[in-house]
Nanobody
Framework: VQLQASGGGLVQAGGSLRLSCAAS????????VAWFRQAPGKEREFVAR????????YVRDSVKGRFTISRDNAKNTVYLQLNSLKPEDTAVYYC?????????????????WGQGTLVTVSS
């Protein structure tokens, strides 16, 4: 499966963005799709994940209530809605997928990765 992330940009603190992760190819390999982010000089960290049917989601505590993950399988796309953005949310956001029916916050457990999209939040 190939993943294409998009939707990043420059936004002021308090603003919103919607990131998209479009899958193509063997989309059945994207049972779980997750978003990670990596800020300059920091390690890549888990943000959120969603299963195939969309009824199991998990969002990291620091963004809970501000970020929402969803998916539209008819469009082979997973979304990450970013609201109430803060400067500390500035990072390159990556989507990743795994065909495994259990998921982790460890990036090493995801098999497929998109190219990343930059989110910059100004204060």
């Amino acid at each position: 499966v190939q993943l294409q992330a998009s939707g990043g940009g420059l936004v002021q603190a308090g603003g919103s963005l919607r990131l998209s992760c479009a899958a193509s190819g063997r989309t059945s390999a994207a049972y779980y799709v997750a978003w990670f982010r990596q800020a300059p000089g920091k390690e890549r960290e888990f943000v959120a994940r969603i299963n195939w049917s969309g009824d199991m989601t998990y969002v990291r505590d620091s963004v809970k209530g501000r970020f929402t993950i969803s998916r539209d399988n008819a469009k082979n796309t997973v979304y990450l809605q970013l609201n109430s953005l803060k400067p500390e949310d500035t990072a390159v956001y990556y989507c990743a997928a795994t065909p495994k029916v259990t998921a982790s916050v460890n990036p090493m457990t995801y098999d497929y990765w998109g190219q990343g999209t930059l989110v910059t939040v100004s204060s």
